[in-house]
């Protein structure tokens, strides 16, 4: 290993540290509370992951595609709006969008309501789905979460060459076989990189979880570690846990084994939209609004109407300060995480050695274990770093520095890192795959340096994946609680912070206000990015 | 050019906030795991009638006492604060706190509320009574948490999941009076008189009551009196269709819980932090603090808000708080045999 890879290397297990503090508690198990937990829980939390990973996959995918596909090949009323309308429940903590739909559709609210008057019954002479269950966490979770298949595959689809599809048709294929055959095989890997990302935010969600009542390895570990005051125990869980990422990555890797489909982008056409009119506008348009009327205009009307009745809250110069302090917190992580992923992705395509290959694995696994695993993680090594300064510094210079890491932004920073690294890992190397190596070979038997086809080659193609990832980073950053809660300094809260504190004492008006600005911030860099991605299109279309 | 300047404001943000908490006057810091609203104003009181700053940190008492204890003898932090007796214990545990010998502490709260070796001191009680339908249940049938297990409540009880640490802490308490065996004979058929799996919040479970999911359930009062206060008509009309019983009265009382703070071991401001928690057990700040989030005050003689004196007297177990965290541990374990999630 030359020194450039080694460096990498050394980034790329200091993002995993906190996973290998995870890994290491094996080294001591605590065979009590293991045993126990095993007898009791543990079964039902397996059953539960298992069900809500196999539900949530095929709900996002059947979502995120079908959308996808709408947007990116036929011309219907409306596809512009959708086309970026489609990304706002991203902005949506799974939380709070849980919340909404409890005040709504549970017995003390307006729908039950209405019910019982029009056809006057009481509560138990009628069926309604319980919306707290473990079918209402699958729900929730693919109504947020289907963004991510919808905005990789989108682009993939949009990438696709239309040629490929073409010729498929004038073979004799109808249009719906050569979407089988031909496009949805290639936008495969793009495919399979969101449905992952979708599935390890689900396996780390503890809020919708603990608020449903759906007992799942989140919820045991904060029960393990609060309850039984067993905080090896409950590292062992997270153990367990990583035991399901890893599966979820090999699975992954599985259905892309042999599709790594480059295309010859410069002699493809741009894809023509194809009108659709009649009844087949109307399904277009109802495929694509349903998720945005669900996973975006229903949970934020109730926010709206929350944040009405505190109106106040608007006029406060705190409030202003929380949305600030949101923000560019929310940049700085991006940029870093960004800037990370793709120095990491560029060198394991540049130097796919064994090791580094398996360190940014390593690294790319954190966006699955809770927000509040990680920070613990980091706590301990962190802190020891600074009591190792501070005593350096108290020897040489007789100065105590005070903590410089643990409780200061750069922890935040790190945590975020960690934990969102794989968003944009997956992002920035889907995009990377659709950059043919040939690319690479022509570029350098014409005498460029790695830097400059980094520089004028693989970075004008990345764009949009890049921005793709700096987007989905931001906006986790934003709505991401556990860890700022643990991490974050004196005095300093974020919107996120200020939503849960609400809505966990049941003060679920007082939560509208946060939790509509996260959404109305994370609204900006989203249109951002649909125009940015449109420009490009039409620039293609030239 | 303008990406430049924008990254350099951000830059510009970020010293601040990291170098804003280093200022060198009087100050004192708390790890608090109650909530910002709920404590707040009484510091910037404090802030106010003494010149010491106050610098919060909220968060989950179990992931501030891992941040305590790993920052070990550099931690910032002087004061720890939280809202339940089994996190109170944890810290004790892990060595985190130091003595205070503070008559004015002492004589304000009452022995059993703070900790044996005055590590830690209550600031406020939450009580965990029964709440139920007048229209569906006779008070007269109703007699203590044990009793809940009979046959004729069966499909009738609503109570959150035993993640809740008041959860926790009231089957600690019971393990304490009756016994664990008996404890969890009673937790098994407790189990199955839910009306419903566990979900949602204390105020989810009280609804349940007033919308008829269930007759009874089990819930904290501050909850009921944010309710009972509502700015929400709808709310308030539903916590009027529900009343509180005070369980076990001529046995060991209702159940109560305390939320208590004490000094960090490595604490650099003991005297600042001695100060403030002398200025939270005074009786003008115990009034506040109770009234803002409808809890019992520790200190005897505070008067207590309106509607908890709608509620009336009622005996509480005066059971050592250290006993509820010592049990803790136990009784999550009996919870998860028992089934009850």
């Not at chain 1, 293991?34 to 543990?42: E, G, R």
């Not at chain 1, 580094?356 to 694995?361: D, E, G, Q, T, V």
């Amino acid at each position: 290993m030359n020194r450039g890879t080694l460096l990498l290397f050394a980034v790329a297990v200091l993002i995993g540290l906190p996973l290998i503090v995870v890994a290491l508690s094996l080294l001591n198990p605590q065979w009590d509370t293991l045993q126990h937990l095993w007898q009791t829980v543990i079964p039902e939390y397996i059953g539960h992951s298992v069900i809500l990973l196999f539900a949530v996959g095929t709900g996002v995918t059947l979502l995120g595609v079908s959308t996808a596909w709408c947007i990116s090949q036929y011309d219907f009323p409306g596809w512009r709006w959708l086309s970026w309308a489609l990304l706002l429940p991203l902005a949506m903590p799974a939380y709070i969008t849980a919340y909404t739909y409890t005040s709504l559709l549970d017995y003390a609210g307006p729908v039950q309501g209405v019910i019982r008057d029009i056809f006057s019954v009481n509560i138990g002479e009628y069926w309604f789905p319980q919306i707290r269950s473990l079918n209402g966490a699958i729900f929730v979770l693919c109504i947020v979460l289907y963004p991510y298949v919808y905005l990789i595959t989108r682009s993939a689809f949009m990438q696709q060459s239309t040629t490929a599809f073409e010729s498929a048709k004038t073979l004799g294929a109808s249009s719906l076989r050569s979407f089988w055959k031909v496009a949805l095989p290639l936008a495969r890997p793009a495919i399979a990189t969101g449905v992952t990302l979708a599935l390890m935010e689900t396996l780390a969600d503890y809020g919708t979880m603990e608020y449903f009542g759906v007992t799942v390895f989140t919820t045991g570990i904060f029960r393990t570690w609060y309850g039984i005051g067993d905080a090896q125990g409950a590292l062992q869980l997270s153990a367990l846990l990583l035991v399901f990422v890893i599966i979820l990555i090999m699975v992954e890797r599985y259905s892309r084994r042999r599709a790594r489909f480059y295309q010859q982008r410069s002699a493809t056409k741009p894809p023509q939209r194809r009108p659709l009119s009649g009844w087949r506008a109307a399904l277009a348009s109802l495929v694509c609004w349903l998720p945005v009327v669900l996973g975006f205009v229903i949970p934020a009307t109730q926010l709206l109407l929350w944040s009405v009745q505190k109106s106040e809250i608007w006029q406060q110069s705190e409030f202003w300060m929380l949305t600030f302090n949101t923000l560019w917190l929310g940049l700085l992580a991006a940029l870093i995480t960004v800037t990370l992923a793709l120095w990491l992705a560029y060198g394991r395509r540049r130097h796919p050695t064994r090791p580094l290959r398996a360190a940014i694995s390593l690294a790319g696994m954190g966006y699955a274990i809770p927000g509040i695993v990680i920070a613990v993680g980091l706590l301990s090594p962190l802190a020891w770093l600074d009591n190792q300064i501070i005593a350096i510094s108290e020897w040489v210079f007789d100065f105590n520095p005070g903590l410089l890491f643990s409780g200061t932004v750069i922890a935040l920073l790190f945590a975020y890192s960690v934990r969102f690294l794989s968003v944009s890992l997956q992002t920035v190397n889907s995009g990377l795959e659709q950059i043919t190596p040939q690319m690479d070979d022509t570029a350098r038997t014409l005498g460029a340096s790695g830097k400059r086809i980094l520089w004028r080659v693989h970075l004008p193609l990345l764009r949009s994946p890049l921005l793709a990832a700096l987007i989905l980073v931001l906006v986790d950053v934003m709505k991401e609680l556990p860890a700022t809660l643990v991490l974050r300094p004196f005095d300093f809260n974020t919107l996120a912070v200020r939503a849960f504190e609400m809505a966990s004492d049941e003060r679920l008006a007082d939560a509208g206000p946060p939790a509509l600005m996260i959404v109305a911030v994370g609204l900006i860099p989203v249109i951002m990015l649909s125009r940015a991605l449109r420009s490009k299109t039409l620039k293609a279309g030239e | 050019m303008r990406k430049f300047h924008s990254l350099l404001a951000i830059l510009a943000a970020t010293s601040a906030t990291l170098v804003s908490f280093t200022s060198a006057a009087a100050e004192v810091n708390i790890y608090s795991a109650r909530k910002e609203a709920l404590i707040k104003p009484v510091l910037e009181k404090f802030t106010e009638e003494t010149d010491i700053e106050v610098n919060l940190l909220t968060g989950k008492a179990d992931a501030l006492l891992a941040r305590l204890n790993s920052e070990g003898e550099n931690t910032p932090a002087d004061l720890f604060l939280t809202v339940d007796a089994g996190a109170l214990h944890r810290a004790v545990e892990a060595d985190a706190f130091q003595a205070v010998s503070s008559d004015e502490i002492n004589s304000a709260v009452p022995s059993h509320f703070r900790s044996t070796d005055n590590l830690w001191f209550g600031l406020s009680l939450r009580a965990r009574p029964i709440f139920y339908s007048p229209e569906r249940v006779n008070p007269d049938e109703l007699e203590s948490y044990l009793s809940l297990a009979d046959e004729k409540w069966n499909d009738r009880i609503c109570i959150r999941s035993s993640n809740n640490l008041y959860n926790q802490s009231l089957v600690a308490a019971l393990i304490e009076h009756h016994g664990a065996e008996k404890t969890e004979e009673w937790a098994e058929d407790f189990v199955e008189n839910f009306a419903r799996k566990p979900v949602g919040g204390d105020r989810d479970q009280i609804k349940g009551v007033a919308f008829g999911v269930c007759d009874i359930a089990i819930a904290n009062t501050y909850y009921f009196g944010h309710m009972l206060n509502s700015d929400d008509a709808e709310e308030r009309s539903a916590a009027e269709k529900v009343k509180i019983f005070w369980p076990a009265q001529d046995k060991q009382g209702a159940h109560v819980n305390v939320s208590g703070i004490g000094i960090t071991k490595h604490a650099k401001n003991v005297d600042e932090a001695q100060k403030l928690i002398e200025f939270l057990v005074s009786e003008e700040s115990q009034k506040w603090y109770a009234q803002a989030n409808y809890e019992y005050p520790v200190r005897e003689g505070v008067e207590w808000s309106e509607t908890l004196q709608q509620w009336g007297d009622f005996k509480q177990d005066d059971i050592e708080m250290d006993i509820l965290g010592e049990n803790n541990g136990d009784a999550v374990r009996l919870m998860n045999r028992a089934g009850w999630r």
